[in-house]
């Protein structure tokens, strides 16, 4: 914080981004390497081997989607919807085809307002009205209203899938990500670390469970969670930026370097790591590599304001005033209402403000 009186000011960093937010797996596979499949009990086949021709519908939908030939599987499903019009399950595939087939991103409020996942979770809601207890449309309509950012309409479905089928690590999950984005964080815990138990090798789920431990307080059991991620997927930035953004929260810097130093190594376009990297660098005394991280940090992201402000204080700090006022308008014209650059502008006029 700058001050008006005294010799030598003193500027506090901005706190570092919090962790990346949780990611929600959803109906279509993800890009880059492969994760560890989920240890889930609920069975994602469709057909029930009853030998109707609806599920022979069914099983030729299902062998269509596991190869990846979206358009089959929906063109099946859709036969075996026409063949048994009052079973829920067909719907149920020809949602999740469709979702697949459009490449719907996944993740949490990763498609808001996307006609196909909106189209989605229409069906879903049908094939829940013809059968409550139907585990996987309960699961999948969570999911999808996950994607589209309804989170708090998302908790029911998961819920009652979970009722349905409490042993399935995606079920958990997902519910688990519903919670902590619906503000209840607890309750997020408690299913993610059920998720963990079930499925423990999966990174992702270590980290969903690291960044709800931080939302209700818990950063020393955060860091544990994290460090779990960074072991079973040592490059993935994100874990790495998690992991050392929850040490800075602790406040071991030492600890915290390395991870965030590994994350701009991974990741190197993302300014979010770069600045968190610029706090602990000025933290820790390196006040020139602080500066640099937090300059390329706005390069990367002229938009990301708390960069702005980083370097604003990191420049006052160092008495030059004149390029901490430019970084302070640049944090100004991305929100004129954000309180904290109405203060250090401030203090920083008074700062310049000719002594008595």
């Known amino acids: 914080m700058l001050t008006a009186c005294g010799g030598t000011e003193s500027v506090a960093p901005h706190p570092p981004q919090p962790p990346a937010p949780p990611v929600a797996t959803a109906t279509t596979p993800s890009p880059g390497p492969a994760t560890p499949p989920p240890a ?13 021709p609806a599920d022979a519908a069914l099983a030729r939908g299902d062998a269509a989607y596991a190869r990846g030939d979206y358009d089959r599987a929906e063109a099946a499903f859709t036969e075996a919807a026409q063949l048994a019009p009052r079973d829920a399950a067909p719907w149920v595939g020809v949602a999740r085809s469709r979702l697949a087939g459009a ?35 309960q699961r999948e309509r969570g999911r999808v209203l996950l994607i589209l950012g ?8 998961l819920e009652a899938a979970a009722r349905l089928a409490p042993d399935d690590a995606e079920v958990q999950s997902a519910l688990g990500l519903a919670l902590l984005f619906s ?3 607890e309750r997020a815990v408690a299913a993610l670390s059920r998720a963990v138990e079930l499925d423990p090798e999966n990174a992702e789920r ?3 469970l690291g960044t709800a431990l931080i939302q209700v307080g ?7 969670a994290y460090d779990r991620a960074v072991q079973r997927a040592p490059e993935v930035a994100k874990h790495q930026g998690n992991l050392g953004t929850a040490y800075l929260q602790e406040g071991d810097l030492e600890s915290a370097q390395p991870h965030l130093e590994r994350a701009v190594e991974l990741a190197p376009e993302r300014a979010t790591y770069r600045n968190n990297l610029g706090f602990c660098l000025e933290a820790n005394g390196q006040a020139d590599a602080a500066l640099a ?8 992201d002229p938009k990301l304001s708390s960069a702005w402000i980083n370097l604003g204080n990191l420049r006052a700090k160092r008495k030059n005033l004149k390029g901490a006022r430019d970084a302070f308008e640049r944090a100004r014209a991305i929100d004129p209402t954000d309180p904290r650059v109405q203060t250090a502008l401030g203090e920083l006029e ?3 403000r000719p002594r008595r």
Request: charged share 20%.
């Open 40 to 52: 889930a009990t609920l069975s994602t086949q469709l057909a029930r081997g009853d030998g109707t």
């Open 293 to 300: 991280a937090y300059t390329k940090a706005t390069e990367l």
């Open 150 to 157: 309804r989170l708090k309409r998302a908790v029911g479905p």
């Open 350 to 352: 008074a700062l310049q």
């Open 183 to 185: 503000g209840q964080g």
């Open 218 to 224: 818990r950063v020393v059991d955060a860091i544990v």
């Open 206 to 208: 270590h980290s969903n």
């Open 103 to 137: 490449g719907v991103p996944e993740g949490v409020n990763a498609a808001p307002d996307d006609p196909v996942a909106l189209a989605a979770s229409g069906l879903l809601r049908k094939a829940i009205e013809l059968d409550p207890k139907h585990s996987l449309a």
